[in-house]
């Protein structure tokens, strides 16, 4: 009887939602050159956040040497530049809410400057200034990250097309690009000291310049919806945490972050431990993985348009977890080079697809990116000390099994980053890109009866 309710209801619903929709008033596209440069400011943005922590990267051997660290403290020394990013994380919605994206990403860019210095002439006086320096890198990069992920949602809106995974290729360019100069680098004895104060000095320039041409009008009024209805209260940070929708997103975004984040670290320090290769050769497979994720993220939107966000997922998560078994069990450095590029491929979708789901309502994208983001970053909390430590007592390349199994946690939740609307009549109204128009209040309420009933029933809404 239930069954038969629901199966009269559910078209009604569906109807109702589609009116909703196509009734609701939404901003046209905008092709003028304001959103160009804006467009432009955000790839330069997200690059130069990637080509920053590439330049860092890069050098992990060297100071390594320098400070005579084991595996394990390693790993907690690279943890401080995660509690920074945490840190930053809980106030990167409500400054971002209050200044705007332009003015974060320009304050985090002043700030990674002294940060960078302080690495780069710290380490050659011990660990407290590197870990200090890291500390306060992450602060910059946490409210930096929510910032350019916020402007780029709004930015993609304004366009009208799916632009976010290319953005996160810009970041990927930006660490491809820091990965080869650290290589250069590395390979021609340039001192640590003088490679990252000058990176430092030449990306923070260009990011401040670069956020003069952010949009302007990114952040709605907080007591209204995006089609000007007023809504019964203001959505704040502890509403975005009660959410299981978001709160799921966010562990597509942890296991894609271990991911990345490991092999960011670990991958030179694997290569030049676990397989005998030289220190060279182990940045250059940094640089092999970032362009393989690069790569992967270029084209990435022309897959999700077709293919949909879960089961991009699911496939990426997947060849991820093929590529990282791999290069645990490669016998020799060229087999180990077939897995980077496999696991480039496999990380390369997860984050911007959960930054993506999570921006769905520009609404409260601030507050939901930034719950998201620090979920996320928990995983550069954990990642480090935690391949240390394992790497201690198993070896460094053994302890990277971790990587597969957080992979396999996202393939079971990757259904949460479907669109909030799930029908194929929302979907059909943004061009089935994956993307959803804002709700206004009335589309919302439609949308949770829906679920409801699904719930009931155990009809499953369609994920594309």
Not at 156 to 184: K, N, W, Y
Not at 229 to 249: K, M
Not at 448 to 453: L, R
Request: glycine content about 12%.
């Amino acid at each position: 009887m239930i069954r038969s309710m629901a199966n009269a209801i559910i078209p009604t619903l569906r109807h109702y939602r589609h009116r909703v929709i196509t009734t609701s008033e939404t901003p046209p596209t905008v092709h003028d050159s304001s959103v160009r440069r804006a467009v432009a400011a955000t790839y330069l943005s997200f690059g130069g956040a990637g080509f920053l922590i590439a330049s860092w990267a890069a050098r992990i051997p060297q100071i390594r040497d320098r400070l005579g660290l084991e595996p394990s403290e390693l790993g907690l020394v690279l943890l401080s530049l995660a509690v920074g990013s945490l840190v930053s994380l809980a106030y990167a919605g409500p400054l971002i809410t209050a200044v705007g994206p332009a003015k974060t990403v320009k304050l985090m860019a002043m700030l990674v400057t002294p940060a960078l210095v302080t690495v780069g002439v710290g380490y050659r006086v011990g660990v407290v200034p590197v870990t200090i320096g890291l500390f306060m890198i992450g602060l910059s990069a946490g409210a930096w990250d929510v910032g350019i992920n916020v402007h780029g949602a709004a930015v993609e809106t304004r366009v009208g097309s799916s632009l976010m995974p290319r953005f996160h290729a810009g970041f990927s360019l930006g660490t491809v690009a820091g990965a080869l100069l650290g290589t250069l680098a590395v390979a021609a004895k340039v001192s640590v000291t003088v490679h990252l104060c000058l990176v430092a000095i030449a990306v923070s320039a260009a990011v401040i310049v670069a956020t003069t041409q952010f949009l302007h009008d990114v952040e709605p009024d907080a007591s209204e919806d995006t089609n000007g209805s007023t809504v019964a209260a203001p959505f704040g940070a502890r509403d975005a945490w009660c959410e299981p929708r978001t709160l799921l997103i966010g562990v597509i975004a942890l296991a894609f972050a271990f991911a990345e984040g490991v092999a960011n670290d670990w991958i030179a320090v694997s290569l030049v431990d676990g397989h005998d290769a030289p220190e060279a050769i182990g940045t250059l497979a940094l640089a092999v993985f970032l362009a393989a994720m690069t790569l992967a993220r270029w084209f990435g939107p022309g897959m999700i348009d077709r293919y949909g966000r879960v089961r991009l997922l699911r496939a990426t998560a997947g060849c991820g977890i093929v590529g990282a078994g791999i290069f645990i069990v490669a016998p020799v450095p060229a087999v180990a080079f077939a897995g980077v590029v496999l696991w480039g491929f496999g990380a390369s979708l997860g984050f911007p697809i959960a930054m993506s789901a999570g921006a769905d309502e520009p609404r409260v994208a601030a507050r939901r990116v930034s719950v998201v983001s620090s979920i996320g970053y928990c995983a550069f909390l954990a990642g480090p000390p935690l391949i240390g430590f394992v790497g201690d007592h198993l070896g460094v390349v053994q302890a990277l099994t971790f990587v597969p199994a957080m992979l396999v946690v996202a393939t079971l939740v990757a259904g949460a980053a479907a669109p909030l609307t799930s029908a194929k009549q929302a979907t059909d109204t943004d061009g089935g890109s994956g993307r959803t128009e804002p709700m206004n209040s009335a589309h919302r309420g439609v949308v949770e009866a829906e679920s409801v009933v699904h719930g009931v029933t155990g009809q499953g809404p369609q994920l594309r």
